[in-house]
């Protein structure tokens, strides 16, 4: 019998975007298709063109970036010292690497870091005057880990706002993150601040729970045309975070003590307040429970896993913060989970077959270390389809970035 199924390299496929001026100089947007096989951030910076130009913030932005063009200057301004800095591409603890796996010309290779010098093709952010930066994103993996890394870096050098990510994060679940995060940044009526967007960007549900380990350094607590010059706390302590969560229809304001409570009470807790306020026939051992410990608060994803054994991202985020859960976001999408339990059965010859493709058939061992090779069954509510996913997380051994790699199998 021939097996029929389809095998999709999950990244991201977008037309290649040649440097953009658009307004005054605010914002420098870099992303970068990173050639066969590899990773695509170009959708990102897309994404982010749309936000900027909807709120009436100017930028600068290229998806082909050179070392030459990322260290000149545009309009008297020196790229990398403009308002906001948005690198999306890989990265580690200290810096961010883009080049181009088929490029033939040179000045395509790279890095991007705070304080570390990694020869000549380094931009060296503490070289700059990062005092004019109010906003810097380094979207990369590991970005924000260890108590000293490329973001942390660039607020002690000046910069008002800092943000990277302590762990690697699958391509599609951060392009969605920072497509939310982007679309509040500028909105101060939306909660005033930027932290906002930050938990607007939170109160959702991804496949990749990890996008939501992040490290901020500098003032997120005012709104982003408010930065003043001088750096401040994470968060001024009289504020608290529950006003910067969104209100919007997905949300459920919560009340509940849980300060004194075991994880296993406070799931209890989430599961009998679903079953009395949303829905009767909830049942949280259907469902799988991740909890992401942030800076003051720890935010639970509880996604719907279809017969026990396919993944989803159909559920509730919860919001605990100073010992009380405050907030409850309905991401089930008025899904009805007994309909989805109807799903056809997957014939186990073809599963077979798409669980037992190893590792050297998707990937280069010689450029890269597997850290972790994560395989489910998913279930996409988009397109109403069961995958069988590979989730690599890998380090290249060249430069020491990690990245994650992620493969779909149509079953």
Not at 127 to 142: I, R
Not at 195 to 211: G, H, K, M, P
Not at 302 to 325: C, H, M, P, Q, R
Request: one cysteine or more; glycine letters at 8%; hydrophobic letters at 35%.
């Amino acid at each position: 019998m021939k097996l029929n199924f389809k095998k999709i390299i999950f990244s991201l496929c977008t037309t290649l975007i040649m440097p953009t001026f658009v307004s005054a100089d605010v914002g420098l947007l870099v992303g970068r298709n990173y050639g066969s096989g590899d990773i695509n951030t170009t959708t990102d910076i897309t994404k982010a063109q749309t936000q900027f130009t909807y709120a009436g913030q100017g930028y600068i932005s290229n998806t082909n970036p050179t070392y030459f063009w990322i260290t000149g200057e545009q309009n008297g301004v020196k790229r990398v010292e403009n308002s906001i800095l948005f690198f999306s591409g890989h990265g580690n603890q200290n810096l961010m690497h883009f080049y181009n796996n088929d490029a033939t010309a040179g000045g395509y290779d790279f890095y991007i870091t705070g304080t570390s010098n990694y020869g000549s093709t380094t931009v060296r952010l503490a070289s700059y005057d990062m005092s004019k930066v109010k906003l810097a994103v380094f979207a990369g993996c590991k970005t924000g880990s260890g108590t000293s890394n490329v973001a942390s870096q660039t607020k002690a050098d000046g910069a008002k706002a800092t943000i990277g990510w302590k762990e690697s994060i699958q391509v599609g679940s951060h392009s969605d993150w920072l497509n939310r995060f982007w679309s509040k940044v500028f909105t101060p009526g939306f909660g005033g601040t930027m932290l906002t967007a930050i938990q607007y960007a939170n109160s959702f549900t991804y496949s990749d729970s990890r996008v939501k380990n992040i490290s901020t350094y500098g003032n997120w607590s005012t709104a982003y045309n408010s930065l003043s010059l001088e750096n401040e706390a994470f968060m001024d302590n009289s504020v608290s975070i529950n006003n910067n969560l969104i209100d919007d229809e997905r949300k459920h304001n919560l009340n509940i003590v849980s300060k004194s409570l075991s994880e296993e009470e406070k799931i209890n807790v989430l599961d009998e307040y679903i079953k009395n306020n949303i829905d009767s026939s909830f049942k949280i051992e259907n469902f799988d429970i991740k909890k992401t410990e942030g800076h003051d608060y720890n935010i639970y994803d509880i996604t719907y896993v279809i017969n026990g054994d396919i993944k989803s991202i159909l559920g509730y985020t919860v919001f605990e913060i100073a010992g009380k859960f405050v907030a409850l976001y309905d991401n089930t999408q008025g899904t009805s989970f007994n309909n989805l339990e109807t799903l056809n059965t997957i014939s186990p010859t073809q599963f077979n077959t798409t669980s037992n493709i190893s590792i050297s058939d998707l990937i280069d061992t010689n450029t890269y270390t597997v850290e972790n090779d994560y395989r489910y069954k998913f279930y996409d509510n988009e397109d109403g389809r069961v995958y069988y996913v590979i989730r690599l997380d890998l380090l290249n051994k060249i430069d020491n970035t990690a990245t994650v790699k992620t493969f779909k199998y149509e079953l």
